[in-house]
């Protein structure tokens, strides 16, 4: 008897740019499971019925992108307090008809920087965040669970950044978007969550040459993989790690919850996602 084929997708609005289904589809290949990962595209108005027919399909689950992570959220049955807490849900799980939400940026965020930065201790110096959309969210959660103890968020809109410092008002600190030369001088992280400096957008303007000795930036843009920001940080010494790691790693646990396998990051799949 054949094993049922497992069918899981990525969700959102434009979809066409999205690189889950190489992850995910090299990673079956790699596996030899019986399986596919489709990119499908929801308009915001559908999302209710097309969610429900990825259901009636006998989906196993689906990753969520922009502009669902936080609409999805309603439909969810369950959502865990890991998605509760970041405010988004990039990661659903079909069991029976109902949906189980989680988010898995977080981990991805992290796990980049432990996979390419090793030594990194979040535990000291002052950490500065870039930017306080749906990315930043992730960003600090991952940054306080890992025992970060001075953190400075800056955004053109600082309202978004109080938003977001409310996690911990302790640890969390809001700076404005204009001192964010100012807030890097010593620095022993920094890391840009904005779009700036992505292929087509506005470029990150910033001076980070205060920034540690041994300061570590990394950015979750990776296209291009060397944004100018990183270009500055090797410029200057610093240690740096790019975005495309953070991508590759929030899909592990993903593909962990529908296949049961836990998959590696390899240079195989990186070079695939970057061709
Ligand atoms: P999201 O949907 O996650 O909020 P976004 O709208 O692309 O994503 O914005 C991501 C981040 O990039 C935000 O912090 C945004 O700043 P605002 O909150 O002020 O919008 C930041 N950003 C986008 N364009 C920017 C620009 N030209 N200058 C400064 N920050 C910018």
């Given amino acids: 008897m054949s094993i049922k084929a497992i069918k899981t997708a990525v969700i959102g609005h434009p979809i066409s740019h999205s690189k889950s289904p190489l992850i995910h589809n090299y990673w079956i290949e790699k596996h030899g499971l019986n399986g596919g990962y489709q990119a499908i595209n929801i308009h915001p108005d559908n999302i209710r019925t097309d969610v ?21 959220m309603e439909l969810c049955d369950e959502i865990d307090d890991l998605a509760k807490s970041i405010g988004a849900v990039n990661t659903v799980t079909i069991k029976n008809g109902r949906l189980y939400g989680t988010n898995t940026d977080a981990y991805g965020f992290i796990q980049n920087i432990k ?44 309202e978004k950044a109080q938003g977001l410092a409310a996690f911990n008002n302790k640890i969390i600190k809001v700076a404005d978007w204009g001192d964010r030369n100012d807030i890097c001088s010593g620095a022993s992280l920094i890391i840009n969550t904005t779009a700036l400096g992505m292929t087509g957008k506005p470029p990150l303007t ?42 590759l790693h929030q899909a592990r646990p993903a593909f962990k919850l529908w296949h049961g396998v836990m ?13």
């Fill in 52 to 72: 429900q027919a990825l259901v009636g399909k006998g989906y196993a689950g689906f990753n969520v992108t922009v502009p669902h992570k936080i609409a999805i």
């Fill in 115 to 158: 996979q390419n930065a090793p030594d990194f201790d979040f535990t000291s110096g002052r950490i500065v965040v870039l930017g306080a959309g749906g990315a930043a969210n992730a960003v600090l959660y991952a940054l306080l669970q890992e025992g970060a103890q001075e953190i400075i968020i800056t955004n053109r809109t600082r």
């Fill in 206 to 247: 910033i001076d980070i040459s205060g920034a540690d000795n041994n300061a570590l930036v990394t950015d979750i843009v990776y296209s291009p993989l060397q944004t100018d920001l990183l270009k500055q940080a090797q410029s200057h010494g610093f240690q740096t790690v790019t975005g495309i790691g953070m991508l």
């Fill in 263 to 275: 998959p590696e990051v390899d240079k195989t799949l990186e070079k695939l996602v970057l061709a």
